[in-house]
């Protein structure tokens, strides 16, 4: 009877542990693919025009050439403040 008291909070431990880890994993997970976004301006800058594509006008080559380079020229916070509101 002991034993298996013992057994089942053992189980419990490690189911607790086991959730506790993916949560972690997860979080890890989600912190690394944001950090390498705010690496490259760049791809933050393709992010938020893909993201903002519909607003666009009917000549999109050139909507698409000025709202990158006025992305471009926005600072690493400002950037980090565009990309929180779409996700």
């Not at 390498?36 to 301006?41: D, F, R, T």
């Not at 993201?51 to 916070?77: H, Q």
Request: glycine share 4%; hydrophobic share 40%.
């Amino acid at each position: 009877m002991m034993i298996s008291k013992v057994l089942e909070a053992i189980a419990q431990l490690g189911e607790w542990i086991s959730n506790r880890l993916s949560d972690w994993m997860g979080a890890r997970e989600e912190k690394r693919r944001f950090n390498e976004l705010l690496k490259n301006q760049s791809t933050m800058a393709e992010l938020c025009i893909t993201k903002n594509n519909s607003v666009l006008s009917r000549d999109k080559s050139s909507s698409i050439g000025r709202e990158k380079r006025r992305l471009e020229d926005l600072s690493k916070e400002e950037l980090v403040a565009i990309i929180r509101k779409m996700v």
